[in-house]
């Protein structure tokens, strides 16, 4: 599934910003490491690029010039991107930024990239959703593309029900979901290469414009909302091992949209291998998820009364 659209006015601006600090073609970012004929590097979408060269390691290639070419969003900028919309009418009106919000409500985002088109080595404006496909072998080396999984987390209250405004949201991932490990093998022309990754930490962001700039950080995979500890959610919320998100600004009123875009980044810790002994970091690579929410004030029993 591809969708192509172009940004115009002012929210092109934000594009141009987000360029200068992109990856673009043939930078290898940080985190690449290379041994004997085979390499494993990070994209800029946080896949591993893992390759076994043929003889010669594919020195003979020519390369020529590219004026047009399109670069993938980081995880990073897409957050960025998200907190202006929340403050940007104009961007969060945007057809992409729309897009992207209907398709996290539906649970349908976890398998696309969000790219801009650069001509001639400036950003052009026009911005596109990309399906996220593995690599191919081809005739001078062997390659295998890593995509790590997109974690789904225990929020409480369900993702389903609208946030009352002020209270505490619980983030956590489950044992099962949080303790697993990708690893992969890459066996060519006599060599083998192995990955493996496993999530180490995450961060969120409520999307909500009185937050701009705030990031929860949890050191590990958090803990759910007990229901029957005595505490009250707040106090819960507020100790050790346990992370939460708070929502201060109601959603659906006049000029609003229906639900805050935030995002939970989970953070992987990636190392690679050419003899299954030695281990290699390739640093962490973050893995983001949309989360929107829908916000609503509760009335207390004092202001029911008549």
Not at 102 to 128: H, I, K, N
Not at 243 to 270: E, F, I, K, N, Q
Request: aromatic fraction near 8%; charge should be positive.
């Amino acid at each position: 599934m591809r969708v192509s659209l172009r940004l115009r006015g002012g929210t092109a601006v934000v594009v141009a910003v987000i360029a200068v600090v992109a990856v673009g073609p043939g930078v290898v970012p940080a985190g690449a490491a290379g041994d004997s004929g085979a390499s494993s590097r990070i994209s800029a979408d946080g896949r591993i690029i893992t390759t076994i060269f043929g003889s010669g390691g594919g020195g003979g290639r020519r390369t020529t010039s590219v004026r047009a070419y399109w670069v993938t969003f980081s995880a990073a900028q897409v957050s960025y991107l998200l907190q202006v919309a929340s403050v940007r009418p104009d961007l969060a009106a945007h057809p992409v930024v729309q897009d992207l919000a209907a398709r996290a409500a539906a649970g349908s985002v976890d398998d696309l990239s969000v790219q801009y088109r650069v001509l001639d080595g400036r950003a052009t404006g026009e911005v596109r959703l990309v399906a996220v496909t593995p690599g191919t072998t081809s005739s001078w080396s062997s390659q295998m593309v890593t995509v790590l999984p997109s974690l789904r987390p225990t929020l409480s209250p369900p993702g389903g029900l609208a946030v009352p405004l002020g209270e505490p949201v619980f983030v956590s991932y489950a044992p099962t979901v949080w303790n697993q490990v990708v690893d992969r093998t890459l066996t060519a022309r006599g060599r083998t290469a192995r990955v493996r990754a496993w999530p180490v930490r995450f961060e969120a962001r409520t999307g909500d414009p009185a937050q701009v700039g705030s990031v929860l950080r949890c050191p590990g995979p958090g803990r759910p909302y007990d229901p029957l500890d005595p505490r009250a959610p707040s106090r819960q919320a507020e100790s050790p091992g346990w992370c939460s998100l708070r929502y201060w600004s109601r959603t659906g009123a006049p000029g609003r949209p229906a639900s805050w875009l935030g995002d939970l980044t989970v953070w992987w810790w990636a190392e690679w291998s050419v003899d299954g002994r030695t281990w290699r970091p390739l640093g962490e690579i973050p893995k983001l998820s949309l989360l929107p929410r829908s916000v609503r004030e509760v009335r207390t029993q004092l202001e029911s009364s008549p």
